[in-house]
């Protein structure tokens, strides 16, 4: 398994929550809140798990996109990158994990390897940044109406992160 960072952005706990979650299935990771994030520290790890969740319209979360406009300075070129992401698909079905497809526009111009997307299948929503070519760009988890299957897609989603790598 590769040097492996969790990093994650998390304003009312549910990100931070759902990051101890992956850690959990990759007990190997460094678990970083990206508030305390030292990017210069983050040279060294091949594969990064990213999440973060949708605030206002469509926004990532405060600490995360500051921390984000520092980790653009890196090379990612040779680093593998997963993403999930938290949003409400009921109450805003049309910017679902939107802060999760913002990440991936950012992140996508430093030519990382993606790994993790997940089919849209199984949730209702009319909108999402995150949603291309009928997939994900990452996990999109929502603990406000569908906590119950979290730890399903979590398990499902890491298998596939490690056979991707």
């Not at 997940?118 to 990452?138: H, N």
């Not at 929502?142 to 299957?149: C, I, Q, S, Y």
Request: charged fraction near 30%; proline fraction near 5%; include cysteine.
């Amino acid at each position: 398994m590769p040097k492996t960072a969790i990093i994650y952005g998390s304003s009312v706990g549910n990100t931070r929550f759902v990051a101890e979650k992956v850690h959990a299935v990759f007990p190997d990771a460094d678990l970083i809140p990206a508030e305390t994030a030292n990017v210069e520290e983050l040279k060294s790890y091949d594969f990064f798990i990213m999440g973060t969740s949708t605030w206002g319209v469509g926004q990532i979360q405060d600490d995360f996109e500051t921390f984000v406009e520092k980790f653009l300075t890196l090379d990612l070129s040779q680093k593998t990158i997963a993403l999930f992401g938290l949003g409400d698909q009921q109450t805003y079905p049309d910017t679902f994990c939107d802060g999760m497809g913002k990440l991936y526009e950012l992140l996508e111009e430093k030519n990382p390897r993606f790994v993790g997307q997940w089919p849209g299948d199984d949730y209702d929503f009319s909108e999402s940044k995150a949603y291309r070519d009928e997939m994900f760009v990452g996990l999109p988890l929502d603990e406000d109406n569908e906590p119950d299957l979290t730890d399903g897609r979590i398990a499902i989603w890491s298998e596939d992160l490690k056979d991707a790598l």
